[in-house]
């Protein structure tokens, strides 16, 4: 059975240079995700990672046992901001908002 890996088959999302910007095509693509706030350091932050790969492992083995398709979990994925965009600046973690998303097959 072969196993398919997302970050090669979307390497143009994942493989990005340092140095230069780039423009890029996202396609319509399927998540599993959490929001929160607070710091990224903190307690909630480290439970809804711990969720969101609780969640992904078990859908991984499910599709490799029933559909025959098995694949790399995608990677952590997270969105950042702030109600005040000053907490940015002035470093005021537990005033930021995030979503945290892993991708998943169709």
Same mark, same amino acid.
Request: with cysteine; net charge neutral; proline share 5%.
């Given at each position: %059975?072969?196993?398919?890996?997302?970050?090669?088959? =979307? /390497?143009?999302?994942? *493989?990005?240079? +340092?140095?230069?910007?780039?423009? *890029? &095509?996202?396609? /319509?693509?399927? @998540?599993?995700?959490? &929001?929160? +706030?607070?710091?990224?350091?903190? !307690?909630?932050? +480290? $439970? +809804? *990672?711990?969720?969101?790969?609780?969640?992904?492992?078990?859908?991984?083995? =499910?599709?490799?046992?029933? =559909?025959?398709?098995?694949?790399? *979990?995608?990677? !952590?994925?997270?969105?950042?901001?702030?109600?005040?965009? @000053?907490?940015?600046? $002035?470093?005021?973690?537990?005033?930021?908002?995030?979503? %945290? %998303?892993? %991708?998943?097959? &169709?």
């Amino acid at each position: %059975m072969q196993k398919t890996d997302f970050k090669k088959y =979307l /390497k143009s999302l994942y *493989v990005l240079s +340092a140095k230069h910007f780039a423009i *890029v &095509d996202v396609p /319509k693509m399927n @998540f599993i995700n959490i &929001d929160g +706030a607070g710091i990224p350091e903190g !307690l909630a932050f +480290a $439970e +809804a *990672v711990s969720w969101l790969y609780s969640i992904n492992y078990p859908l991984k083995f =499910l599709s490799k046992q029933i =559909l025959q398709k098995d694949y790399f *979990v995608s990677p !952590l994925e997270r969105l950042w901001c702030a109600d005040d965009m @000053f907490a940015y600046t $002035e470093g005021r973690k537990e005033d930021w908002l995030w979503s %945290m %998303m892993i %991708m998943q097959p &169709d």
